[in-house]
């Protein structure tokens, strides 16, 4: 919707948008790293910090690749299909993570 007032006359959107999508998403990265890195650290035992802090950075590597994967099944023909298995995905994940954060949170023993 906001994007549809940044269309050129053939229909094509301003370089400036692709632009701003990636100005946003590192911004949430730059938000979100610190955090992370922090947290896994603090959880993992002394000796396999350096293990964890891999793992943590090879799990979007993993995300990156398994959309790369899925990406191949999009289509015009069924781009509403497509994003409403992804929606309902994303929806499921975050169902999953709020029903076991009770659990992610015991183990934390604590840490902040």
Same mark, same amino acid.
């Not at 999009?74 to 299909?81: A, L, R, T």
């Not at 009770?102 to 015991?106: D, E």
């Given at each position: 919707m906001v994007l549809s007032k940044f269309v050129v006359g053939d229909e094509k959107h301003l370089p400036i948008m692709l632009a701003l999508v990636f100005v946003i998403m590192t911004v949430g990265e730059l938000m979100l790293s610190p955090v992370g890195l922090s947290a896994s650290t603090k959880l993992a035992p002394k000796v396999f910090a350096s293990q964890i802090?891999? @793992? $943590?950075?090879?799990?979007?590597?993993?995300?990156?690749?398994?959309?790369?994967? #899925?990406?191949? @099944? $999009?289509?015009?023909?069924?781009?509403?299909?497509?994003?409403?298995?992804?929606? #309902?995905a994303t929806i499921g994940c975050a169902v999953l993570l709020l029903l076991a954060s009770?659990?992610?949170?015991?183990y934390m023993h604590g840490v902040n």
């Open positions: 802090m891999g @793992l $943590y950075f090879l799990a979007p590597a993993m995300g990156q690749g398994l959309g790369a994967q #899925v990406v191949k @099944l $999009y289509s015009v023909d069924n781009q509403q299909v497509y994003f409403g298995i992804v929606g #309902v009770k659990s992610i949170k015991r």
